[in-house]
């Protein structure tokens, strides 16, 4: 059986940070998606869920230094498990998408993506 990760988020880019290691820079950064329901008594509903993004600079990363607040993204990737032991010295994990492929959207174009 071959085994997969694969992630595909289109969302909206919150915090975002620079930095460079080796000459390459990487980009940190947070992306909102959410999706409306309406719940049991009828009432509209936004859940909305911050993924943690990293992109390093590539071929198929579209102009990362354009990455702001409030951009529009699609990111294609893989999900990564990150450990790390706070200052308080309890261990912490998170999940991380790390990008192999980024496109800026544009909110009114028909979106179909060749992978």
């Not at 102009?63 to 951009?71: A, H, L, M, N, R």
Request: aromatic residues 10%.
């Amino acid at each position: 059986m071959e085994q997969l990760n694969r992630i595909e988020l289109r969302g909206v880019v919150g915090f975002v940070r620079r930095q460079l290691i080796q000459d390459k820079t990487v980009y940190h950064f947070t992306l909102a998606t959410s999706r409306a329901f309406k719940d049991k008594s009828g009432q509209a509903v936004i859940d909305t869920v911050w993924h943690q993004v990293e992109a390093w600079e590539g071929p198929n990363i579209e102009s990362p230094e354009k990455i702001e607040k409030g951009s529009k993204l699609y990111v294609c990737g893989r999900v990564r498990n990150q450990r790390y032991t706070g200052g308080d010295n309890i261990d912490r994990s998170y999940m991380e998408v790390v990008a192999q492929r980024l496109v800026f959207v544009d909110p009114y174009e028909n979106l179909n993506y060749e992978l």
